[in-house]
């Protein structure tokens, strides 16, 4: 099989005092997201699907909250070493395609920013990384604007055959 897809979810709840990260970008709002690391829940959605395309596991068994390393940790940094262990599998991002859902603040002046930084990450063109906007239209926590949900998925191509 010379493809692979793997799809990742992640949320994390909105705190005062906090950076909003989203795909590498601070983004300016009144409140950020609450995690262990930058909580950037787009990153750790696609580093989800990476690692899952591959039956890797999940992020939280190679950067587990509970290991004082990773505190404030950049996602970006924590991607690319996804990325180098994917490669080392013999396998690389294809493309990937993602969502993230917040009622505020609007993401769309940002999306080339966080596609370019993403895409810097992988070492793939920016046309490789797609990344939509939506609301949850003011239902559940993150329509109460409680979190941010990032879904993505990924495919990952082979890089030699076996």
Do not use: C
């Not at 993602?98 to 930084?117: F, G, I, N, Y």
């Amino acid at each position: 099989m010379n493809v692979r897809i793997g799809n990742g979810y992640d949320i994390h709840r909105l705190a005062v005092d906090r950076r909003l990260v989203l795909g590498g970008v601070e983004i300016p709002h009144d409140r950020g997201l609450l995690g262990h690391s930058d909580a950037d829940s787009l990153t750790h959605a696609i580093m989800d699907a990476m690692l899952g395309a591959l039956a890797l596991g999940d992020i939280g068994h190679y950067f587990p909250p509970s290991d004082p390393k990773w505190a404030g940790a950049d996602s970006i940094e924590l991607l690319k070493e996804v990325n180098t262990l994917v490669g080392a599998q013999g396998w690389q991002v294809g493309n990937l395609d993602s969502t993230v859902v917040a009622e505020r603040p609007k993401l769309k002046p940002h999306l080339k920013a966080m596609r370019d930084r993403l895409a810097a990450a992988l070492d793939i063109g920016p046309d490789r990384v797609s990344i939509k906007a939506t609301t949850n239209e003011r239902l559940g926590p993150v329509g109460l604007e409680e979190g941010i949900a990032a879904y993505a998925v990924v495919l990952l191509v082979a890089t030699s055959v076996e």
